[in-house]
């Protein structure tokens, strides 16, 4: 069984950063991508940037310029740096990872960004 956890959201003040992490646990075969999405109340869930087992990110349109993404294979993490945080930025993140040939979600951690 492969669990996905993630942690370190929170409430932060606009213009304040913000690192989540993201855990895969479990027999593992493969670990290849891994990536952080997110979802607002009201809208639909969008990546924000994906990275994969070599290092390799990949980010989505408008994401890179305040988003980080990087990954520990030994500690089977992937970290999400996010700096000025304004209150758009609101909303669940959650994180995927592909391991053992499959997609597996966490559950997600709030991040709430006040104005």
């Known amino acids: 069984q492969v669990h996905v956890v993630e942690s370190g959201g929170g409430l932060v003040q606009a213009g304040e950063s913000l690192t989540l992490s993201c855990e895969v646990s479990g027999t593992l075969i493969t670990l290849e991508n891994m990536g952080w999405h997110r979802q607002a109340p009201g809208k639909p869930r969008e990546l924000i940037a994906d990275?994969?087992?070599?290092?390799?990110?990949n980010y989505a349109d408008s994401m890179e310029d305040r988003f980080t993404i990087s990954r520990d294979n030994a500690k089977r993490t992937v970290y999400l740096q996010m700096n000025s945080l304004k209150p758009e930025d609101t909303a669940v993140y959650y994180c995927?990872?592909?391991?053992?040939?499959?997609?597996?979600w966490g559950q997600g951690t709030q991040v709430t960004v006040s104005s």
């Open positions: 995927k990872a592909n391991a053992n040939f499959r997609d597996y």
């Open positions: 990275i994969s087992r070599r290092g390799r990110p």
